[in-house]
């Protein structure tokens, strides 16, 4: 992957919703969305529970931003009419191999309005077609129904469950439904 300190990626969507490159600017939107809707998004998510300050999340953000080459993940806010909507970003990137893991969590007041499903397909688009990845996987905790949902509209095939996958924050392990889309599924 490609990583320029200086020019900031912004993936647009339609007029109105938008990805852009994290920046640490936008560490106080992400820890307030965080810190107002901990049982909202603490259900599906670890981090969550280990986010109790805006240093917390300036120190994710810092992470991300100043990453070294050979660790450096494009991680995007998702922006609604300018509005700070949610988080979306690759992880877990094997460019050897050609493949990456694309995790995202939107704020309780933007869901069911598409935008997950939409920022996935635009951010599919970029691995493939600009970063040259050859497979794209989505991990969703079991019962996690919308996330699943969001990789069945996209056209990712289930692959199975990864067994006791994520911890989460309620203090257990669970099981975690795997989903992959190639590239070669996109000739199909």
Known sequence: MQHT?????????????????LEPSDALDIFTTIDTQRAFLGKWLPFVEYTHFIADTQSFVESVVHADEAHFEFVFVIRKNQEFAGL???????????????????????????????????????????????????????????????????????????????WLTEGFFTDVEVYSKLKSDLLL
């Open 5 to 21: 300190k200086h020019a900031l990626t912004t993936l647009t969507i339609d007029e109105g919703l938008v990805l852009k490159q």
């Open 88 to 166: 979306i970003g690759f992880k877990s990137t094997d460019k050897l191999n050609k493949r990456t893991e694309i995790g995202y969590w939107l704020s309780e007041s933007f869901q069911k309005q598409g935008i997950v499903t939409r920022a996935v397909e635009r951010l599919c688009a970029f691995a493939f077609q600009e970063l040259g990845m050859n497979r794209i996987q989505v991990k969703c905790a079991v019962g996690n129904i919308p996330s699943k949902r969001v990789a069945q509209r996209l056209g990712f095939v289930f692959e199975g469950i990864e067994r006791q996958g994520e």
